[in-house]
């Protein structure tokens, strides 16, 4: 059972556009919702992350969106560029050390100058 | 300096060997983690460890142990390698929210890639 679906699989978007990558959830009892960026032959990087008591999060280009009626959220990446392509994950959690981080499968976003 | 380190980066091994991969964190985090990643990225995560006592074990095969000597170290021994364990290991740590921590955030190493010939 995948508990965390996110779409699409790969992405490809010109430069200055705005990217986005969407995510829907199973669990109501997730918390928190982080989103990693990773770069090739690197480790997964905490890029931004929300809470459910707020609906949007903005960090420089980046804003999560969170609609927890819908159980859903997503990551728009605005002013896209080409060091932006990374392959990104979203995520999500319940609090506490004994609940795992569950993923979803990932993102290719290529940027094109 | 490095926050989560992994050694080594490149393991290549035969088949029915047993290898170790290391993992050590300087974040004073109270939290340490085990992700596989396939070849097609999809991350998943293996084990836990909390104060040094195991408390996520998903469904991993018996032949894979983790250990941890102290809160800042969590290692990785395999047993009898075989194919499908190729695959890239990522360690994390994080810092528990009941222990004072802010954030779930997990910090993540730069990954070993294990290939099983």
């Known amino acids: 059972q995948q508990q965390v679906k996110q779409s699409p699989q790969s992405l490809i978007v010109q430069k200055g556009g705005i990217s986005i990558i969407n995510c829907a959830y199973e669990?109501?009892?997730?918390?928190?919702f982080p989103w990693y960026q990773q770069f090739p032959g690197k480790g997964p990087a905490l890029l931004i992350a929300?809470?459910?008591?707020?609906s949007e999060k903005k960090e420089g280009r980046f804003t999560i969106s969170f609609n927890k009626s819908a159980k859903q959220f997503s990551l728009h990446i605005m002013d896209s560029q080409p060091g932006d392509s990374a392959t990104y994950f979203c995520?999500?959690?319940?609090?506490?050390?004994?609940?795992?981080?569950?993923f979803g499968k990932g993102t290719l976003l290529t940027v094109n100058p | 300096d490095t926050a989560v380190s992994q050694t080594p980066k490149y393991l290549v091994t035969q088949m029915g060997n047993d290898k170790s991969i290391k993992c050590e964190q300087n974040?004073?985090?109270?939290?340490m983690y085990w992700y596989k990643q396939d070849s097609k990225k999809f991350l998943k995560i293996m084990f836990s460890?909390?104060?040094?006592?195991?408390?996520i074990n998903e469904t991993v095969p018996n032949r894979f142990s983790p250990k941890s000597p102290d809160k800042a170290h969590l290692n990785l021994h395999i047993n009898s390698l075989e194919l499908g364990d190729s695959a890239v290991y990522f360690c994390a740590s994080s810092q528990d929210r009941r222990a004072g921590g802010s954030t779930d955030t997990q910090y993540f190493g730069p990954g070993t890639r294990l290939t099983v010939l």
């Open positions: 995520a999500a959690k319940r609090g506490g050390s004994n609940y795992k981080l569950t």
């Open positions: 669990n109501t009892a997730f918390d928190y």
């Open positions: 460890y909390n104060n040094k006592e195991l408390i």
């Open positions: 929300i809470r459910p008591d707020v």
């Open positions: 974040l004073g985090h109270d939290t």
